[in-house]
């Protein structure tokens, strides 16, 4: 994961996020909003939204929003992350955090970026044909390459299906010649 932090000032009340966050698929990802204050911020209401709400009552389980609140050299800071379980292709996107109090309104985003998903790999053969199947593959790749003792040979066939959770599963098959190995393959992005 890859972090950076953006500033906003508005009437004495500061708020740092980082703008991208880069993510592998199946981490555990923390965005974090701090906000520092001179004073106590009266009536603030602190949220990170996507296209709804994300730290109301109507939380997925893989999404939590953690609170805290501690006064540093007489300044208070407010620090609410948001924080991803496993996270997957469909958490990628822009993430606002808002700030509403007596004492203005502040907004900062943060975009995540989800890369390099890849589930299991699978192999068959038979006396013509190699196929192999790469499943919970994201970002989806732009072609799959085939290798035979150290040579590119051309792909017979190459399907890719996106699945509903935005992984693709890719299978490609290629005509054997004999001898049949070693082939390998690999999905470019």
């Not at 606002?96 to 943060?110: A, D, F, I």
């Amino acid at each position: 994961m890859c972090l950076l932090s953006t500033r906003s000032t508005v009437g004495g009340v500061e708020m740092y996020t980082p703008p991208k966050v880069f993510a592998v698929c199946g981490q555990n990802v923390t965005l974090s909003c701090l906000v520092i204050s001179e004073t106590v911020l009266d009536e603030a209401e602190f949220t990170w939204k996507e296209s709804k709400d994300l730290c109301g009552s109507s939380n997925s389980s893989d999404i939590k929003c953690e609170k805290g609140v501690k006064v540093v050299d007489s300044t208070h800071q407010y620090n609410l992350s948001l924080v991803f379980t496993n996270v997957q292709p469909h958490h990628k996107g822009t993430y606002h955090c808002k700030l509403n109090s007596k004492q203005g309104t502040k907004n900062s985003e943060t975009i995540l970026r989800i890369q390099s998903c890849v589930g299991k790999t699978s192999v068959s053969v038979t006396s013509e044909v190699g196929t192999c199947k790469f499943e919970d593959v994201y970002p989806k790749p732009q072609t799959v390459l085939w290798w035979h003792g150290g040579t590119r040979r051309e792909t017979l066939k190459t399907e890719m299906i996106e699945n509903p959770d935005a992984k693709y599963t890719v299978i490609s098959s290629v005509k054997l010649w004999r001898p049949p190995y070693p082939f390998h393959t690999t999905a470019q992005s």
